[in-house]
């Protein structure tokens, strides 16, 4: 090929572009070009294209592979029941025993139990309380009885019996 | 006397008897206290006798803890004392207790060292 052919070559390519297209039909997009093809659609299509064959192309292991992971899935499914499952069993145990502890609550209330429970302490706390109050208060009425006595024929003789028997106690605990 | 003893039937008796002696209203209360509570051979009878009496803030019974030597701020019992001592400094009114102290210190009839403790008590008491 001479110089000269190969310049028209060349100037053919350059200024008459549609020879090296191999679809010049109309595309949607006219501005996306690849490798000098307007493409039909807004799609790339690679140009090294695979067939995937899904019936041919899956071999026996992978079948096993995607069986094992379907399975996977449906135990999963099993389990997360079988867990709601016992989720709710758990949560019905938990409202019986409730309601049956509420149940005896109310059982207990409507009984004298409580009734026994509130006079024992009502008893304990009189008897203390009592008690206590009426030991100062004996004592408080024994001294102003006293305090009205005459010092030199009643509580003369009385506090001199006093003070030897506290003499003899103190002498008997030495 | 430890402080179960301080417990005990017959000392609460005693106590009580004291007690009602420092309310009484009978005058020859001072006699009695004077006569069984500051002679008695324990010392915590003696503290509440002379309590008793300081509280009666009577002259007669001021008298007794102030002038009377071995009785009250005399008493031989540090603790009795200084009990009594506590007890003259705590009077809401102590116009009668100064009147008595001084009474002791200017009177040359009592001992020196009965006089020179009412000397002691009077200036705390002043400075209270």
Known sequence: MSTIERINQLSHRIFNTTLNEKNVSRSSNPFANFQKNVLNADVL?????????????????????????????????????????????????????????????????????????KNGYNAVKNVLTADVGKLFNTREKEITKMAKMDPQTQIKPMFAESLKALEEELVQAA | ????????????????????????????????????GTNSSIDEVREMTARALVKRNEPASLSVVISHKGKGINDMSTVVAMSTINCLLSLEDKELAMKVLEDTISDEGFEEDVRENARSVKALMALS
């Open chain 1, 45 to 117: 299509e690679l140009s090294s294209k695979k067939d995937i064959n899904i019936s041919g192309g899956i071999t026996q292991g992978t079948k096993r592979i995607y069986s094992t992971f379907v399975g996977s899935i449906n135990d999963f499914g099993k389990r997360f029941y079988e867990g709601i499952e016992s989720i709710k069993e758990f949560g019905m145990r938990m409202k019986n025993s409730m309601v049956s502890a509420w149940n005896k609550v109310c059982e207990i209330g409507n009984t004298d139990v409580v009734e026994g429970l």
């Open chain 2, 1 to 36: 006397m430890d402080t179960i003893m301080k417990s005990t039937k017959n000392f609460n008796r005693v106590s009580d008897i004291i007690d009602s002696l420092t309310i009484n209203p009978n005058p020859d209360s001072v006699a009695v206290l004077e006569e069984i």
